[in-house]
Protein backbone atom coordinates (compact mmCIF):
# COMPACT_ATOMS: atom_id res chain seq x y z
CA UNK A 1 0.00 0.00 0.00
CA UNK A 2 1.39 3.24 -0.86
CA UNK A 3 0.48 6.04 1.51
CA UNK A 4 1.76 9.55 1.95
CA UNK A 5 2.66 9.71 6.14
CA UNK A 6 2.58 12.92 6.31
CA UNK A 7 -1.11 12.91 6.36
CA UNK A 8 -1.71 12.43 10.08
CA UNK A 9 -4.96 10.26 9.58
CA UNK A 10 -2.95 7.83 7.66
CA UNK A 11 -1.47 5.60 9.78
CA UNK A 12 -5.12 4.43 10.40
CA UNK A 13 -6.13 4.02 7.51
CA UNK A 14 -2.87 1.84 6.82
CA UNK A 15 -4.29 -0.60 9.73
CA UNK A 16 -7.43 -0.48 8.98
CA UNK A 17 -6.33 -2.06 5.30
CA UNK A 18 -4.12 -4.64 7.16
CA UNK A 19 -6.28 -5.74 9.45
CA UNK A 20 -9.16 -6.07 6.59
CA UNK A 21 -6.99 -7.94 4.53
CA UNK A 22 -4.89 -10.27 6.78
CA UNK A 23 -6.15 -10.16 10.50
CA UNK A 24 -4.59 -7.90 13.48
CA UNK A 25 -1.86 -6.52 13.53
CA UNK A 26 0.88 -8.23 16.03
CA UNK A 27 3.87 -7.13 14.57
CA UNK A 28 5.04 -3.64 13.76
CA UNK A 29 8.50 -2.65 11.75
CA UNK A 30 8.95 1.13 10.95
CA UNK A 31 10.50 0.74 7.88
CA UNK A 32 10.50 4.25 5.90
CA UNK A 33 12.23 3.79 3.01
CA UNK A 34 13.46 7.56 1.81
CA UNK A 35 17.14 8.18 2.17
CA UNK A 36 17.39 11.44 4.25
CA UNK A 37 20.88 12.91 5.41
CA UNK A 38 20.64 12.20 9.28
CA UNK A 39 22.85 13.63 12.01
CA UNK A 40 23.35 14.44 15.56
CA UNK A 41 24.19 18.02 14.20
CA UNK A 42 21.16 20.07 12.32
CA UNK A 43 22.11 22.92 10.49
CA UNK A 44 24.69 21.52 8.29
CA UNK A 45 24.01 20.77 4.66
CA UNK A 46 24.50 17.79 3.27
CA UNK A 47 26.54 17.04 -0.11
CA UNK A 48 23.78 17.87 -2.42
CA UNK A 49 22.01 20.54 -0.09
CA UNK A 50 19.62 19.14 1.59
CA UNK A 51 19.32 20.06 5.69
CA UNK A 52 19.94 17.00 7.96
CA UNK A 53 17.08 15.63 10.35
CA UNK A 54 18.03 15.27 14.36
CA UNK A 55 18.01 11.28 15.03
CA UNK A 56 16.71 10.12 17.48
CA UNK A 57 16.36 6.74 19.26
CA UNK A 58 12.29 6.72 18.19
CA UNK A 59 12.67 7.98 14.86
CA UNK A 60 14.24 4.49 13.58
CA UNK A 61 13.86 0.78 14.18
CA UNK A 62 15.21 -1.01 10.59
CA UNK A 63 17.18 1.80 9.41
CA UNK A 64 17.73 0.37 5.68
CA UNK A 65 20.51 1.59 3.41
CA UNK A 66 19.81 4.23 0.70
CA UNK A 67 17.23 1.90 -1.18
CA UNK A 68 16.35 1.92 -4.69
CA UNK A 69 12.42 2.43 -5.20
CA UNK A 70 12.06 4.42 -8.22
CA UNK A 71 13.86 7.53 -6.64
CA UNK A 72 17.97 6.73 -6.76
CA UNK A 73 19.37 9.64 -8.80
CA UNK A 74 23.44 9.52 -10.49
CA UNK A 75 23.68 11.96 -8.47
CA UNK A 76 23.03 9.76 -5.23
CA UNK A 77 24.58 7.03 -6.49
CA UNK A 78 28.17 8.50 -6.86
CA UNK A 79 27.15 10.02 -3.07
CA UNK A 80 26.80 6.89 -1.95
CA UNK A 81 29.73 5.35 -3.63
CA UNK A 82 32.00 7.65 -2.19
CA UNK A 83 30.81 7.48 1.27
CA UNK A 84 31.91 5.29 3.91
CA UNK A 85 28.67 4.64 5.63
CA UNK A 86 26.95 2.61 2.82
CA UNK A 87 28.30 -0.29 1.26
CA UNK A 88 25.56 -0.46 -1.92
CA UNK A 89 22.38 1.03 -2.93
CA UNK A 90 20.14 -2.06 -1.66
CA UNK A 91 16.91 -3.60 -3.74
CA UNK A 92 13.39 -3.67 -1.59
CA UNK A 93 13.47 -7.36 -1.85
CA UNK A 94 16.90 -7.23 0.15
CA UNK A 95 15.37 -5.08 2.87
CA UNK A 96 12.47 -7.39 2.77
CA UNK A 97 14.29 -10.47 3.55
CA UNK A 98 15.30 -9.02 6.95
CA UNK A 99 12.02 -7.76 8.11
CA UNK A 100 10.54 -11.20 7.03
CA UNK A 101 12.99 -12.56 9.24
CA UNK A 102 12.02 -9.95 12.03
CA UNK A 103 8.87 -11.70 12.24
CA UNK A 104 9.83 -15.22 12.58
CA UNK A 105 10.05 -16.86 15.51
CA UNK A 106 13.85 -17.00 14.96
CA UNK A 107 14.07 -13.48 16.12
CA UNK A 108 11.85 -13.38 19.28
CA UNK A 109 14.30 -12.05 21.51
CA UNK A 110 14.71 -9.11 19.73
CA UNK A 111 12.40 -6.60 20.08
CA UNK A 112 13.38 -2.25 20.58
CA UNK A 113 16.43 -2.52 18.47
CA UNK A 114 17.58 -0.17 15.68
CA UNK A 115 19.09 -2.28 13.34
CA UNK A 116 21.85 -0.82 10.59
CA UNK A 117 20.93 -2.25 7.39
CA UNK A 118 24.43 -1.99 4.72
Known amino acids: ??????????PARIFDAAEAEFCPVDILINNASSWRQDSFRVGVPDAVGRDPERVTAASVIVYPPVTNTGWV????RTLVESGKEHTH??????VAE?????CTDAARLLTGNILHLR
Open 1 to 10: MEANLTDEAM
Open 73 to 76: TDEV
Open 89 to 94: IAQPAE
Open 98 to 102: VIAYL
